[in-house]
């Protein structure tokens, strides 16, 4: 159970697919209280009754789009993607729903009119939470399940076409924050770079070792100097070399790229980049 609680998972961030997701969410919520009337609903005669069920799904869909697609941009230091795992997403979820029950308790007090109280708060988030639990766990794992399932299966599929790369004679040139060409090397050599502070780091084959080299620049200024068609951009930390990659492997956060000569070093791929770079291999 641990171990699955460190397992990786895919930390979604960008707002359509939040918007999309919780959409959905909510209407599921007001379409089920709607229709089935659970936890006594039933029994409540009020005008606008269906009016009424159907804020609790407004308030779950603001909620979490608020939490889920908020905190990572006001905290992104604690959003990391790359360190992104399973007890990372349920606690996530957990101040989501948080806020969702504080909301669901305020609204269904204003409505009637009712007294606001710690207790009573502390006794509707107890049960509102023991509710929830159960579904937050499905969902987490079969989400877990599904993006890892697909993402090898993808993965799989991609190394059986992967082909030795065609050498090649071009040479590429680095140049400093200033504009000045610091380092060079033949492009048969680079295999990534990696952004280091205010320095990036190249990464290259020389007499069979990795070797690094620091260059005081952006990595997205390093990006605009390398227009090669193998030289791609595939996180916001990493631009790496396609025709070196040797093999690709995928679990439920996303995708790795494997060096042949070296297992020490794994290059991650962004979920923004992942498509871009997945159809580039298919193509290859």
């Given at each position: 159970?641990f171990?699955?609680?460190?397992?990786?998972?895919?930390?979604?961030?960008?707002?359509?697919?939040?918007?999309?997701?919780?959409?959905?969410?909510?209407?599921?919520?007001?379409?089920?209280?709607?229709?089935?009337?659970?936890?006594?609903t039933?029994?409540?005669?009020?005008?606008?009754?269906?009016?009424?069920?159907?804020?609790?799904?407004?308030?779950?869909?603001i909620?979490?789009?608020?939490?889920?697609?908020?905190?990572?941009?006001?905290?992104?230091?604690?959003?990391?993607?790359g360190?992104?795992v399973?007890?990372?997403?349920?606690?996530?979820?957990?101040?989501?729903?948080?806020?969702?029950?504080?909301?669901?308790?305020?609204?269904?007090?204003?409505?009637?009119?009712?007294?606001?109280?710690i207790?009573s708060?502390?006794?509707?988030?107890?049960?509102?939470?023991?509710?929830?639990?159960?579904?937050?766990?499905?969902?987490t794992?079969?989400e877990?399940?599904?993006?890892l399932?697909?993402?090898?299966?993808?993965?799989?599929?991609?190394?059986?076409?992967?082909?030795?790369?065609?050498p090649?004679?071009?040479?590429?040139?680095?140049k400093?924050?200033?504009?000045?060409?610091?380092?060079?090397?033949?492009?048969?050599?680079?295999?990534?770079?990696?952004?280091?502070?205010?320095?990036?780091?190249?990464?290259?084959?020389?007499a069979?070792?990795i070797?690094?080299?620091?260059?005081?620049?952006s990595?997205r200024n390093?990006?605009q100097?390398?227009?090669?068609?193998?030289?791609?951009?595939?996180?916001?930390?990493?631009?790496v070399?396609?025709?070196?990659?040797?093999?690709?492997?995928?679990?439920?956060q996303?995708?790795?790229?494997?060096?042949?000569?070296?297992?020490e070093?794994?290059?991650?791929?962004?979920?923004?980049?992942?498509k871009?770079?997945?159809?580039?291999?298919?193509?290859?």
């Amino acid at each position: 159970m641990f171990s699955f609680l460190n397992q990786p998972i895919s930390l979604i961030t960008a707002w359509p697919a939040i918007l999309k997701r919780y959409s959905l969410v909510g209407l599921f919520v007001a379409f089920f209280l709607i229709v089935f009337q659970p936890f006594g609903t039933a029994n409540v005669q009020i005008p606008n009754k269906s009016l009424f069920l159907s804020g609790y799904g407004w308030i779950t869909f603001i909620s979490l789009t608020l939490i889920i697609g908020g905190l990572p941009r006001l905290f992104p230091g604690l959003f990391e993607e790359g360190k992104w795992v399973v007890w990372k997403q349920m606690v996530l979820l957990g101040i989501g729903l948080s806020l969702c029950f504080l909301c669901c308790y305020l609204y269904m007090n204003f409505w009637f009119g009712w007294r606001l109280s710690i207790n009573s708060f502390l006794g509707f988030y107890s049960i509102a939470l023991a509710i929830a639990v159960i579904p937050v766990i499905i969902i987490t794992l079969v989400e877990y399940i599904f993006h890892l399932k697909s993402n090898q299966a993808v993965a799989n599929t991609l190394n059986e076409q992967i082909q030795p790369s065609i050498p090649t004679d071009t040479i590429i040139q680095f140049k400093d924050e200033n504009d000045r060409v610091d380092f060079t090397i033949p492009l048969d050599q680079l295999f990534f770079i990696k952004a280091a502070n205010n320095y990036v780091e190249v990464n290259y084959l020389e007499a069979d070792q990795i070797k690094k080299y620091l260059l005081r620049n952006s990595i997205r200024n390093i990006e605009q100097q390398l227009p090669n068609p193998s030289i791609k951009r595939c996180h916001r930390s990493y631009i790496v070399n396609m025709d070196k990659v040797g093999r690709i492997t995928g679990n439920a956060q996303g995708y790795k790229l494997h060096f042949p000569f070296t297992a020490e070093y794994v290059v991650p791929v962004s979920r923004s980049k992942g498509k871009e770079l997945l159809e580039l291999m298919k193509a290859s």
